[in-house]
């Protein structure tokens, strides 16, 4: 069976410093991957899209960068992190194709900027 | 996009059938209904989805009206594992790439008593 995992699950960094989360899906191949941020009492806001290696699109502009070095491996970086940047991070994979395919999150890595 | 409505809140007893309500009056033929939820502290976890027959899994049921402007997501027993926000979105599955991101309001939030 398919399997995402995240880490770390809590994060707590100093404004200026630099981020990297990582996630990993196993059990399936050529997956579209994908990153969200969910604000403190808000809905998901999509922030990297993925369809195969090296292939980034990005939905909003801001502080944040994505790369997939691997199939099955997708990173979050940012070279120096905002108070904006605060929030609950959620990696979600689905089976490429048709966009009506489910999409499946991991548990998410909850970041706080002091 | 399409917009869905659903009632911010609903409360069941456990070992009871709940019915979570969905209104989409401007759905267009190629949206696909999706229910996901989530429960606190963790990320999405998709329940159903479908196009215009009713759907049934071993989570729950979705019942879809005829006009396609409504539907209805069915847990046949809530437990109070259940208790979780519901979110009804509706994805083009033409869409692609970022277009096929998936778009969470402020969905339902259930509560499951005793």
């Known amino acids: 069976s398919q399997t995402i995992h995240q880490w770390p699950a809590t994060l707590v960094q100093p404004v200026g410093s630099p981020l990297s989360l990582e996630c990993t899906v196993e059990?399936?191949?050529?997956?579209?991957l994908y990153w969200y941020r969910q604000a403190a009492g808000r809905g998901l806001q999509l922030l990297f899209y993925s369809v195969g290696i090296g292939q980034i699109s990005s939905e909003v502009p801001q502080n944040l960068s994505a790369s997939r070095p691997q199939d099955r491996q997708f990173i979050l970086s940012s070279k120096k992190l905002l108070l904006s940047d605060s929030g609950f991070y959620l990696c979600?994979?689905?089976?490429?194709?048709?966009?009506?395919?489910?999409?499946?999150f991991g548990d998410g890595t909850r970041l706080s900027i002091l | 996009d399409a917009k869905t409505t659903q009632p911010n809140s609903m409360e069941s007893n456990e070992e009871e059938p709940v019915h979570l309500p969905c209104n989409h009056s401007t759905i267009s033929g190629t949206d696909y209904i999706h229910w996901y939820r989530q429960l606190p502290s963790q990320g999405p976890e998709y329940v159903i989805h479908g196009l215009t027959s009713n759907v049934n899994n071993r989570m729950a049921s979705l019942a879809i009206a005829e006009d396609r402007k409504s539907s209805t997501l069915i847990l046949h027993r809530a437990t109070l594992r259940d208790a979780a926000v519901y979110y009804c979105i509706l994805r083009d599955h033409k869409k692609v790439g970022t277009a096929s991101k998936l778009t969470f309001g402020t969905g339902t939030r259930l509560q499951v008593t005793l």
């Open positions: 059990g399936t191949s050529n997956p579209n």
């Open positions: 979600a994979w689905s089976v490429r194709g048709p966009s009506n395919q489910p999409q499946h």
